[in-house]
């Protein structure tokens, strides 16, 4: 190395030392909610780089200017932290990797580190598949992994078609994940990784995730939640021994609505037995750096900080939400016309107990208005109708305020019908497995009052 | 020659930043180690100049033999300069003597040389082009819409410049915020009153214009409004074309007023009539070339010859042309307004506003503006920046197919006049070849059969689109008597020559023979 890029590697190590004593010093000492509004940007930071601007400025650019070449060599040989080009990095996507992983971390002893991607889907695949790779040279070296049957219908048929169809590589599904034995009895020395979605979309299952954490790591292999419906202000795998946090970040985290963004948080020294020691010690930076680098799913600088302004309200949210979504929960209930509601925040489902173990609002007991730990459930839920599939439609096609659409996580109340819609492409037999019946409707309770998307459920039931 | 820094050669830059610093608060912008000049610098921000504080890095480093010999102080005063060596070459050829014939590298990869002290009074001078510094518009314009007033930002080297969608700015610390609030030292506090990027867009288009400063506003409007009531008073009076976009007649007509501006009307192609509106209360002078919808064309220089005798100042709206034709300081205005919502963004996605001129008038411009409140979005700024790359080009092919537009419609035997500047048929046709590069991307025309053919033709189209505003992608078609002029009576659209069937039409930058084909089969159905 010459002494030129010997010079921007020792400044480097200054601005890093810095910027970790930060963190560790000030940044993880604060509540989840100033650690959502602020993250990582310091008020040092925005006035010595960013004009003093207070929000975190919008780096609209490809790529980055070099001083010089020794700068540059530096750069691209990853020994500096720089971003080059935004495919690779960018200083807006920066604070919002920042902010997702202290507060994924939250609660965690030790450090985690995020890779934002385009899409939940991308990170789905960029969480995935750095162990889905052969680790000798036998052409006859099979690979599988074990997956919760109740996920969304797009990472089903990431998992069924893309992975297993066009590679081979085999998805063993768990059809009752809250029996660990069932999970104990999928995995075999190809197995590469367990993976769960909880809660579930559409049909809110729920399982003791430490107990497949534990069963994980007693194989040699990591845990990897898809945590998009709790968020982290209800849920943190990481802090129970997760290796691997996915989040489609499109839904609750930006509730706005503006836009697609997904992320992978990963702890440090993740459990894994791939022989790359890079990708065990800090994946979230491997798979930035290298298959990301070269896959190119990257996100857009202008929606991670449309999306950081939406995070910085997180816990308030996710609250207002819950407590809507459980007032609606309970109107669907006692109605003559629902079969069965699928919410776990009700006492009489029967994963109400399991849930209510492990989905608290983060700092409940540092709220005033609580003062004590507070169990929440979420904005989504999901119910069938005594009426069946007609019945359902009938319903579905006379809701006036609420919106017809798939999605989820809106600060918009919005209802789906996943067999024809969400979880379409998997076909009658799977949507079996995973439970999804066609008079299943989701429904993703917003921030409006309560009372009105009551009233509008209720002129849509009595059609029904 | 702007000074950029003066120089003070020190034994410990951590020492004396604790004076620099911590007892003056001058701001550190970078500590940064020159090894090939045995050197550390520190540069501290004192409003526009910068304090570099130099530290030897060895004993036979220059400047330890200047502590050495002359003790710490001042060492040199540096100037900024466009073009480093065609400076180096010019000062030689006036005799002085150089240190560095060549350049040599400077702080942040800028390029450096210094005169001998025994040419200048003892006074050690460096010379200093920065690394990316604007173009300064030596450069040609299509150069300029795309590099000028724009560098890498300095701290993420991001070459786009990232847009500062802020509120608010923090200060270091009490004292700092005072400064900032008395305009002591340069930065941030709010973005109503200044944003980096918005800031950014002021001195690209100041720069495109040839205009030494400028101010952005949330619309055209905004613009001219602020520029009138920051010139002129109650009981004074503006002296005004008659032939002005109807947004702008309006204002003039309607609003100033009731704040006790007089606005006087004048057909300022007349230069008797022009002369004669002004006097002692007039303040400010202002024309529209080409105006809107006609296309009339003012000369710019003549005008200007004559407001300039009286002491007002002209103050003109070159929208429909943009500095790519035509640069009205260049032929001496005073003050040059834009709405940036039509070519400047040039995607229909924006609304913007612009005022450029001298220093010390924008600086009044925005004492004035920053208590209005009519600012800018940063997005809608940066919007603005990224239209302005391509506004070259697009102001090519605006022209060419306005051309071909115009000279179809000016032989079709349904249309009774095109007003185009570049016909030799239109009045303002010499003087617009004078003043102009080219004509622009407008056009008027006036269908036989008057309004109701008019409005039969604007119903027919189907690739053009009935819209107002101008200056799009998309071709646009409107009406001006009952559209963007209906602030005309009936009988000032006359006075203006605005007939009841004129059409106005802006030239989008679809395939000019489709654009043809669509007014074809309109005209075809009247």
Same mark, same amino acid.
């Given at each position: 190395?010459?002494?030129?890029?010997?010079?921007?590697?020792?400044?480097?190590?200054?601005?890093?030392?810095?910027?970790?004593?930060?963190?560790?010093?000030?940044?993880?000492?604060?509540?989840?909610?100033?650690i959502a509004v602020?993250g990582?940007?310091?008020?040092?930071?925005?006035?010595?780089?960013?004009?003093?601007? $207070?929000?975190?400025?919008?780096?609209?650019?490809?790529?980055?200017?070099?001083?010089?070449?020794?700068?540059?060599?530096?750069?691209?040989?990853?020994?500096?932290?720089?971003?080059?080009?935004?495919?690779?990095?960018?200083?807006?996507?920066?604070?919002l990797?920042?902010t997702l992983?202290?507060l994924?971390?939250?609660?965690?002893?030790?450090?985690?580190?995020?890779?934002?991607?385009?899409?939940?889907?991308?990170?789905?695949?960029?969480?995935?598949?750095?162990?889905?790779?052969?680790?000798?040279?036998?052409?006859?070296?099979?690979?599988?992994?074990?997956?919760?049957?109740?996920?969304?219908?797009?990472?089903?048929?990431?998992?069924?078609?893309?992975?297993?169809?066009?590679?081979?590589?085999?998805?063993?599904?768990?059809?009752?994940?809250?029996?660990?034995?069932?999970?104990?009895?999928?995995?075999?020395?190809?197995?590469?990784?367990?993976?769960?979605?909880?809660?579930?979309?559409?049909?809110?299952?729920?399982?003791?995730?430490?107990?497949?954490?534990?069963?994980?790591?007693?194989?040699?292999?990591?845990?990897?939640?898809?945590?998009?419906?709790?968020t982290p202000?209800?849920?943190?795998?990481?802090?129970?021994?997760?290796?691997?946090?996915?989040?489609?970040v499109?839904?609750?985290l930006t509730a706005?609505?503006?836009?697609?963004?997904?992320?992978?948080?990963?702890?440090?020294?993740?459990?894994?037995? $791939?022989?790359?020691?890079?990708?065990?010690?800090?994946?979230?930076?491997?798979?930035?750096?290298?298959?990301?680098?070269?896959?190119?799913?990257?996100?857009?600088?202008?929606?991670?900080?449309?999306t950081l302004n939406d995070i910085r309200t997180l816990?308030?949210k996710?609250?207002?939400?819950?407590?809507?979504?459980?007032?609606?929960?309970?109107?669907?209930?006692?109605?003559?016309?629902?079969?069965?509601?699928?919410?776990?925040?009700?006492?009489?489902?029967?994963?109400?107990?399991?849930?209510?173990?492990?989905?608290?609002?983060?700092?409940?007991?540092?709220?005033?208005?609580?003062?004590?730990?507070?169990?929440?459930?979420?904005?989504?839920?999901?119910?069938?109708?005594?009426?069946?599939?007609?019945?359902?439609?009938?319903?579905?096609?006379?809701?006036?305020?609420?919106?017809?659409?798939?999605?989820?996580?809106?600060?918009?109340?919005?209802?789906?019908?996943?067999?024809?819609?969400?979880?379409?492409?998997?076909?009658?037999?799977?949507?079996?497995?995973?439970?999804?019946?066609?008079?299943?409707?989701?429904?993703?309770?917003?921030?409006?009052?309560?009372?009105?998307?009551?009233?509008?459920?209720?002129?849509?039931?009595?059609?029904? | 020659?702007?000074?950029?820094?003066?120089?003070?050669?020190?034994?410990?830059?951590?020492?004396?930043?604790?004076?620099?610093?911590?007892?003056?608060?001058?701001?550190?912008?970078?500590?940064?180690?020159?090894?090939?000049?045995?050197?550390?610098?520190?540069?501290?921000?004192?409003?526009?100049?910068?304090?570099?504080?130099?530290?030897?890095?060895?004993?036979?480093?220059?400047?330890?033999?200047?502590?050495?010999?002359?003790?710490?102080?001042?060492?040199?005063?540096?100037?900024?300069?466009?073009?480093?060596?065609?400076?180096?070459?010019?000062?030689?050829?006036?005799?002085?003597?150089?240190?560095?014939?060549?350049?040599?590298?400077?702080?942040?990869?800028?390029?450096?040389?210094?005169?001998?002290?025994?040419?200048?009074?003892?006074?050690?001078?460096?010379?200093?082009?920065?690394?990316?510094?604007?173009?300064?518009?030596?450069?040609?314009?299509?150069?300029?819409?795309?590099?000028?007033?724009?560098?890498?930002?300095?701290?993420?080297?991001?070459?786009?410049?990232?847009?500062?969608?802020?509120?608010?700015?923090?200060?270091?610390?009490?004292?700092?915020?005072?400064?900032?609030?008395?305009?002591?030292?340069?930065?941030?506090?709010?973005?109503?009153?200044?944003?980096?990027?918005?800031?950014?867009?002021?001195?690209?288009?100041?720069?495109?214009?040839?205009?030494?400063?400028?101010?952005?506003?949330?619309?055209?409007?905004?613009?001219?409004?602020?520029?009138?009531?920051?010139?002129?008073?109650?009981?004074?009076?503006?002296?005004?074309?008659?032939?002005?976009?109807?947004?702008?007649?309006?204002?003039?007509?309607?609003?100033?007023?009731?704040?006790?501006?007089?606005?006087?009307?004048?057909?300022?192609?007349?230069?008797?009539?022009?002369?004669?509106?002004?006097?002692?209360?007039?303040?400010?002078?202002?024309?529209?070339?080409?105006?809107?919808?006609?296309?009339?064309?003012?000369?710019?220089?003549?005008?200007?010859?004559?407001?300039?005798?009286?002491?007002?100042?002209?103050?003109?709206?070159?929208?429909?042309?943009?500095?790519?034709?035509?640069?009205?300081?260049?032929?001496?205005?005073?003050?040059?307004?834009?709405?940036?919502?039509?070519?400047?963004?040039?995607?229909?996605?924006?609304?913007?506003?612009?005022?450029?001129?001298?220093?010390?008038?924008?600086?009044?411009?925005?004492?004035?503006?920053?208590?209005?409140?009519?600012?800018?979005?940063?997005?809608?700024?940066?919007?603005?920046?990224?239209?302005?790359?391509?506004?070259?080009?697009?102001?090519?092919?605006?022209?060419?197919?306005?051309?071909?537009?115009?000279?179809?419609?000016?032989?079709?035997?349904?249309?009774?006049?095109?007003?185009?500047?570049?016909?030799?048929?239109?009045?303002?046709?010499?003087?617009?070849?004078?003043?102009?590069?080219?004509?622009?991307?407008?056009?008027?025309?006036?269908?036989?059969?008057?309004?109701?053919?008019?409005?039969?033709?604007?119903?027919?189209?189907?690739?053009?689109?009935?819209?107002?505003?101008?200056?799009?992608?998309?071709?646009?078609?409107?009406?001006?008597?009952?559209?963007?002029?209906?602030?005309?009576?009936?009988?000032?659209?006359?006075?203006?020559?605005?007939?009841?069937?004129?059409?106005?039409?802006?030239?989008?930058?679809?395939?000019?023979?489709?654009?043809?084909?669509?007014?074809?089969?309109?005209?075809?159905?009247?």
């Amino acid at each position: 190395m010459n002494n030129g890029v010997q010079k921007y590697v020792d400044e480097a190590r200054k601005h890093l030392a810095e910027r970790s004593r930060y963190i560790k010093n000030e940044v993880r000492k604060w509540k989840f909610d100033t650690i959502a509004v602020h993250g990582a940007y310091s008020v040092k930071e925005a006035i010595e780089n960013n004009q003093g601007s $207070i929000i975190e400025p919008i780096y609209m650019s490809s790529s980055q200017a070099f001083r010089d070449s020794d700068e540059m060599e530096a750069a691209l040989a990853y020994l500096i932290p720089s971003w080059t080009y935004s495919r690779i990095h960018n200083p807006s996507i920066g604070y919002l990797e920042d902010t997702l992983a202290l507060l994924e971390g939250y609660g965690f002893d030790g450090e985690t580190g995020c890779c934002a991607t385009s899409s939940g889907m991308a990170a789905i695949a960029s969480a995935t598949d750095p162990f889905l790779v052969k680790r000798g040279t036998r052409s006859d070296e099979k690979i599988n992994f074990v997956s919760n049957a109740q996920i969304y219908g797009g990472t089903f048929q990431q998992f069924s078609i893309r992975k297993m169809q066009e590679r081979g590589i085999e998805c063993r599904w768990v059809v009752e994940p809250d029996n660990i034995d069932e999970w104990a009895s999928r995995i075999d020395g190809d197995t590469r990784f367990l993976f769960g979605e909880l809660p579930s979309n559409p049909g809110l299952m729920f399982f003791d995730l430490k107990k497949v954490i534990d069963l994980a790591h007693e194989n040699g292999i990591p845990a990897i939640f898809d945590a998009t419906i709790a968020t982290p202000a209800l849920l943190r795998p990481i802090q129970l021994g997760a290796d691997i946090v996915i989040h489609s970040v499109t839904k609750t985290l930006t509730a706005s609505g503006f836009g697609m963004a997904g992320a992978v948080i990963a702890r440090r020294n993740i459990v894994s037995n $791939i022989d790359s020691e890079p990708m065990k010690e800090d994946f979230a930076a491997y798979i930035k750096l290298l298959p990301n680098r070269d896959i190119g799913w990257c996100l857009s600088p202008f929606q991670a900080i449309l999306t950081l302004n939406d995070i910085r309200t997180l816990r308030s949210k996710v609250d207002v939400l819950s407590q809507n979504a459980m007032k609606v929960a309970r109107f669907l209930n006692g109605h003559a016309k629902i079969s069965q509601v699928n919410y776990l925040g009700l006492e009489n489902h029967p994963l109400y107990e399991v849930a209510s173990k492990y989905l608290w609002l983060v700092d409940a007991e540092h709220d005033e208005h609580y003062r004590k730990a507070v169990n929440r459930y979420g904005h989504l839920m999901s119910f069938q109708f005594k009426g069946g599939v007609t019945a359902a439609r009938k319903f579905f096609d006379n809701l006036k305020r609420i919106w017809r659409a798939t999605d989820l996580g809106r600060i918009k109340s919005v209802a789906t019908i996943p067999a024809i819609s969400t979880h379409q492409q998997m076909g009658e037999d799977l949507r079996d497995m995973a439970n999804i019946p066609a008079d299943l409707v989701r429904l993703c309770i917003g921030a409006e009052h309560p009372d009105d998307m009551i009233a509008d459920l209720e002129q849509a039931l009595d059609k029904a | 020659m702007n000074l950029n820094h003066i120089g003070i050669a020190v034994r410990s830059i951590e020492e004396q930043l604790r004076l620099w610093h911590g007892v003056l608060g001058l701001r550190i912008r970078s500590v940064e180690d020159l090894a090939e000049q045995k050197v550390r610098l520190a540069m501290l921000e004192a409003g526009a100049v910068t304090i570099e504080l130099l530290e030897p890095l060895t004993a036979d480093s220059p400047i330890a033999k200047f502590i050495a010999k002359r003790g710490e102080g001042l060492h040199h005063l540096s100037f900024e300069v466009p073009d480093i060596n065609q400076t180096i070459r010019a000062l030689k050829n006036r005799g002085l003597q150089m240190i560095d014939d060549v350049p040599r590298k400077g702080a942040h990869g800028s390029s450096i040389a210094f005169v001998h002290p025994s040419s200048t009074g003892g006074v050690l001078i460096e010379l200093c082009q920065e690394a990316g510094i604007t173009r300064g518009g030596t450069m040609h314009i299509e150069t300029d819409v795309v590099h000028g007033g724009q560098h890498p930002d300095k701290w993420t080297g991001a070459l786009a410049p990232p847009i500062y969608q802020t509120s608010t700015f923090a200060f270091r610390d009490a004292d700092h915020g005072a400064r900032l609030f008395k305009g002591e030292e340069a930065g941030h506090i709010y973005t109503r009153i200044s944003n980096p990027t918005i800031e950014l867009l002021a001195a690209k288009i100041a720069l495109l214009e040839s205009a030494e400063a400028g101010l952005i506003f949330a619309s055209g409007l905004a613009s001219i409004f602020n520029v009138v009531v920051a010139t002129v008073r109650a009981g004074e009076n503006v002296v005004s074309d008659d032939t002005i976009y109807g947004g702008t007649y309006t204002l003039f007509r309607n609003v100033l007023p009731r704040l006790g501006i007089e606005v006087i009307f004048v057909d300022a192609t007349d230069p008797e009539r022009f002369a004669g509106a002004i006097n002692e209360r007039t303040k400010l002078a202002f024309i529209e070339t080409p105006a809107n919808p006609t296309l009339k064309i003012i000369d710019i220089a003549a005008r200007a010859e004559q407001t300039r005798s009286r002491g007002v100042p002209l103050c003109v709206d070159n929208t429909f042309a943009t500095p790519c034709l035509q640069r009205p300081i260049e032929h001496g205005a005073d003050i040059v307004v834009h709405s940036a919502t039509k070519y400047f963004g040039g995607h229909g996605d924006i609304i913007g506003g612009v005022a450029v001129g001298r220093k010390d008038f924008i600086q009044g411009l925005w004492k004035y503006a920053k208590d209005v409140g009519a600012s800018i979005s940063p997005f809608n700024a940066w919007l603005i920046l990224r239209g302005l790359k391509t506004l070259a080009v697009r102001m090519e092919r605006h022209c060419a197919n306005a051309r071909k537009i115009a000279d179809y419609l000016d032989r079709h035997e349904k249309v009774e006049k095109v007003y185009y500047p570049g016909l030799e048929s239109h009045p303002g046709h010499d003087i617009a070849c004078h003043q102009m590069r080219d004509f622009g991307g407008m056009i008027g025309f006036d269908v036989k059969g008057g309004k109701e053919a008019g409005k039969l033709m604007m119903n027919s189209v189907k690739l053009c689109t009935l819209a107002v505003s101008l200056g799009d992608v998309d071709t646009l078609i409107e009406h001006p008597g009952s559209m963007t002029h209906s602030g005309y009576s009936e009988k000032e659209l006359l006075e203006c020559g605005i007939k009841p069937g004129f059409v106005r039409l802006s030239a989008g930058l679809e395939h000019v023979d489709d654009i043809i084909a669509d007014l074809n089969q309109a005209l075809d159905r009247i």
